[in-house]
């Protein structure tokens, strides 16, 4: 079973609607954190949260919005979506282990909802 | 300068060959990086991570060069199954954000 799962996989939607993209992990990782992906650039930081209390912005929160409902669920939501939001989204997780403060760094990705927005 | 750079590559090598990619990051004050594998249209997975001079996993090694502010991804005996995009990720310091190279393609020739 997958330790980190999204859904939808795949989401065509149209300008202006609202989309929630949901993130589930059994890691029990406390951190977690939406990317984007587009072609030719790298992976691009949108929200993390270290906590259910804790969310803080990333390189490109604008348009976007995330909800912390628990440690195992984080979910990213376009309230109007726009074309250019068009692209694949990544959650990811991580957690401490090993007693090891540097295991925090290593993320475990979901794999990916694919949004196109017309 | 980009803070993260790589070659996209792709780099077409045969099985068995060794294959070495350069990464290239513009803070000279990082600390941590990472090899990161991503398979086409999938999710990234943790290759390697690399806090001082370097690091070796069976037939990857990764190599940090501070003086010229790169690290490298050293594959031997390139198997077909090595065939995937390699992203090279640099965290910034006194944050908790990474930045991401846009990757390397290889591709591992029968």
């Known amino acids: 079973d997958a330790d980190v799962t999204q859904t939808p996989r795949n989401r065509i939607t149209k300008t202006g609607k609202r989309i929630m993209l949901e993130c589930s992990q059994t890691k029990g990782h406390d951190r977690m954190y939406w990317y984007r992906q587009d072609p030719g650039l790298g992976l691009r930081l949108i929200y993390y949260?270290?906590?259910?209390?804790?969310?803080n912005k990333g390189e490109i929160s604008d348009g976007y919005s995330v909800s912390r409902q628990a440690q195992a669920k984080f979910s990213l939501s376009l309230e109007s979506a726009i074309p250019n939001q068009t692209a694949l989204y990544f959650c990811?997780?991580?957690?401490?282990?090993?007693?090891?403060?540097?295991?925090?760094?290593?993320?475990?990705f979901g794999p990916g909802t694919r949004l196109t927005v017309l | 300068r980009k803070e993260v750079e790589q070659d996209p590559g792709p780099f077409n090598v045969p099985e068995g060959a060794t294959v070495a990619f350069n990464c290239t990051y513009s803070?000279?004050?990082?600390?941590?990086f990472f090899w990161y594998r991503q398979d086409c249209r999938k999710e990234p997975k943790l290759l390697m991570s690399v806090y001082s001079s370097g690091n070796e996993d069976g037939r990857f090694t990764a190599q940090l060069n501070r003086a010229s502010q790169y690290i490298s991804l050293l594959i031997r005996d390139s198997k077909l199954s090595d065939s995937a995009t390699y992203l090279c990720?640099?965290?910034?310091?006194?944050?908790?954000?990474?930045?991401f190279g846009t990757g390397t393609r290889l591709k591992v020739l029968a």
């Open positions: 990720v640099v965290k910034v310091p006194g944050t908790y954000k990474y930045i």
């Open positions: 949260s270290f906590d259910v209390k804790d969310i």
């Open positions: 803070n000279s004050a990082s600390q941590s």
């Open positions: 990811a997780t991580s957690g401490f282990r090993d007693r090891d403060p540097r295991s925090y760094n290593e993320q475990f």
